[in-house]
Nanobody, 121 residues
Framework: QVQVVESGGGLVQAGGSLRLSCAASGSIGRIDTMGWYRQAPGKQRELVASITSASITSYADSVKGRFTISRDNAKNTMYLQMNSLKPEDTAVYYC???????????????WGQGTQVIVSS
């Protein structure tokens, strides 16, 4: 199976920065796209940023210019550098990994348990 673990969340003041990490492990075949999602209380989960295996990135309009997504393919790890944080960025941030496994050539989505980010005003 594939395990996905996020880290790096916490409490920060508005205007501050945080760096989230996501590590995938287990029976990983080839990772295609990795992405960060977030879910605020009472709202649906939304895509924040994604990065392909060729490091092509995409961002939600609300975070463009403030967040930077990156990945280390050798370590099966993804990062989200979050600068100029705003109270509206408060949410649980989830990592998504779209990958094949060593036993299955088809691709599936795997999710982490989430990491809480709280931005105080």
């Amino acid at each position: 199976q594939v395990q996905v673990v996020e880290s790096g969340g916490g409490l920060v003041q508005a205007g501050g920065s945080l760096r989230l990490s996501c590590a995938a492990s287990g029976s990983i075949g080839r990772i295609d796209t990795m992405g960060w999602y977030r879910q605020a209380p009472g709202k649906q989960r939304e895509l924040v940023a994604s990065i392909t295996s060729a490091s092509i990135t995409s961002y939600a309009d609300s975070v463009k210019g403030r967040f930077t997504i990156s990945r280390d393919n050798a370590k099966n790890t993804m990062y989200l550098q979050m600068n100029s944080l705003k109270p509206e960025d408060t949410a649980v941030y989830y990592c998504n990994v779209y990958t094949s496994t060593r036993t299955r050539l088809t691709y599936s989505n795997y999710w982490g348990q989430g990491t809480q980010v709280i931005v105080s005003s």
